[in-house]
């Protein structure tokens, strides 16, 4: 198993671009979800998904949208970028919502000037 | 919502010290995890714990659900050992499946 998996690692972006963060894993997992870190911070949850065609907003949901066609894949769009969403994200999948470990992909490293 | 408190928030140890760390949260929890993250910032899991204790090695961990907190102990400590160590945490209701995390405790050990 690849388990969980993000790409790219690295982002630079321009104030208002959009871009897509792409997360799959491989573990059959119901549960995924994106969450952010900022320095000092702990994790944020941006959104969340318990199933194909099912997602609910988290925490900190706002310029962010996402959408899960099929079990193992769950991107995460940035509709306008804004230096406010320079952050690591990172993508993470659980067997389902209430049962067992939550494992997380590598990250993403986004830059926006 | 759920609040997260993680003590020290700081730590700074000799190769071969032990150590405690504290993670008490405000409400009931269904999930409780550990994690440690590397200096290269792998978030890596430790435990899954929402009640009861656990032993993996060096590292245990134990939770107190109705006293609202959990401690994860590392014994021998090794160089290996530094980054960063959150704790999160998750209840059911409307909450359902959602992890809170705790602001992390940096644990630096010198050689």
């Known amino acids: 198993n690849a388990g969980v998996t993000q790409t790219p690692k690295f982002q630079v972006l321009k104030t208002g671009q959009s871009m897509t963060l792409q997360c799959a894993q491989d573990m059959n997992h119901e549960y995924m979800s994106w969450y952010r870190q900022d320095p000092g911070m702990g994790l944020r949850l941006i959104h969340y998904?318990?199933?194909?065609?099912?997602?609910d907003q988290g925490e900190v949901p706002n310029g962010y949208n996402v959408s899960r066609s099929t079990t193992e894949d769950f991107p995460l769009r940035l509709l306008s970028a804004a230096p406010s969403q320079t952050s690591v994200y990172f993508c993470?999948?659980?067997?389902?919502?209430?049962?067992?470990?939550?494992?997380f992909g590598p990250g993403t490293r986004l830059l926006v000037l | 919502g759920i609040q997260v408190e993680q003590s020290p928030p700081d730590l700074i140890l000799q190769e071969g010290a032990n150590s405690t760390l504290r993670c008490n949260f405000s409400?009931?929890?269904?999930?409780l995890q550990w994690f440690h993250q590397n200096p290269w910032g792998q978030l890596i899991n430790l435990f899954y714990i929402p009640s009861g204790t656990k032993q993996n090695g060096r590292l245990s961990a134990t939770t107190v659900a109705t006293e609202r907190y959990s401690l994860l102990y590392i014994s021998s400590s090794q160089t290996t050992d530094s980054g960063v160590y959150f704790c999160?945490?998750?209840?059911?209701?409307?909450?359902?499946?959602?992890?809170?995390f705790g602001q992390g405790t940096i644990l630096t050990v010198h050689p």
């Open positions: 999160a945490v998750g209840a059911g209701g409307t909450s359902y499946g959602k992890l809170t």
């Open positions: 409400d009931s929890v269904n999930n």
């Open positions: 998904s318990v199933g194909a065609g099912i997602t």
């Open positions: 993470a999948s659980r067997l389902s919502p209430g049962l067992g470990d939550q494992y």
